[in-house]
């Protein structure tokens, strides 16, 4: 079975800290995950996807294939950066993401 | 572009009325997916549409029905609704073959 699991509900840091949001995946093939993010009154978008190997806004994700994670680092976190960010697996057989709960951070002057 | 769209932005319901929730989307899309947000619990999929004319379950089916009369509309009806179903509800729709989902702004629904 795929699933996703995002296991910090709030990640709480200062202005200029480093950030990692936590992605693990369980999926028998081979996985394609990317991050979506929410903005405050804004609607779910897009951040990056694996396969690109881009980095978004100064965030970065490196798929480990060994440690089944994906995990979203950025070295140096803004205020601007606070939204919900949520982790997402495509399951290629059907065209369906499925997505982790979901972590809310919150960066602070 | 209006991308995607969602009607109504709020609803509060009685338990055991009925609604439809209506969501539009001008990219000419072939996909098309209903979910649910809920605390703790991330965005489950409700239904989807790979086409007009055609709509699968996703995770968490029960108590829904949805319809893909056109392309460019796919309909989220709650039968009787009940206050499980309390929830942010949002439309996304994709290229076939994309991993890219494009969202709606959301319905928030509460049923008391």
């Known amino acids: 079975a795929q699933r996703v699991t995002q296991p910090e509900k709030l990640l709480s840091v200062f202005k200029g800290a480093p950030v990692e949001l936590k992605c693990n995946y369980s999926?028998?093939?081979?996985?394609?995950l990317f991050w979506y993010v929410q903005y405050s009154r804004q609607r779910l978008q897009l951040l990056l996807r694996h396969i690109s190997r881009e980095s978004i806004k100064g965030f970065t994700a490196d798929l480990n294939k060994g440690e089944t994670s994906f995990h979203l680092k950025k070295p140096f976190a803004q205020e601007e950066d606070s939204a919900m960010y949520y982790c997402a697996l495509l399951n290629t057989g059907f065209q369906k993401l499925v997505f982790g709960t979901g972590t809310r951070l919150l960066v602070s002057p | 572009n209006a991308g995607v769209t969602q009607t109504p932005k709020f609803r509060v319901l009685k338990t055991g009325q009925s609604m439809t929730l209506l969501c539009a989307q001008d990219m000419n899309h072939e996909y098309m997916y209903w979910y649910r947000q809920d605390p703790g619990m991330g965005l489950r999929l409700i239904h989807y549409s790979v086409g007009e004319g055609t709509t699968a379950k996703g995770e968490v089916p029960d108590g829904y029905n949805v319809s893909r009369l056109k392309k460019q509309n796919f309909l989220l009806g709650l039968e009787s609704a009940a206050p499980s179903q309390t929830s942010v509800y949002f439309c996304?729709?994709?290229?076939?073959?994309?991993?890219?989902?494009?969202f709606g702004p959301g319905t928030r629904l509460t049923v008391t």
């Open positions: 999926y028998s093939g081979s996985p394609e």
């Open positions: 996304a729709s994709s290229y076939v073959d994309s991993y890219e989902q494009y």
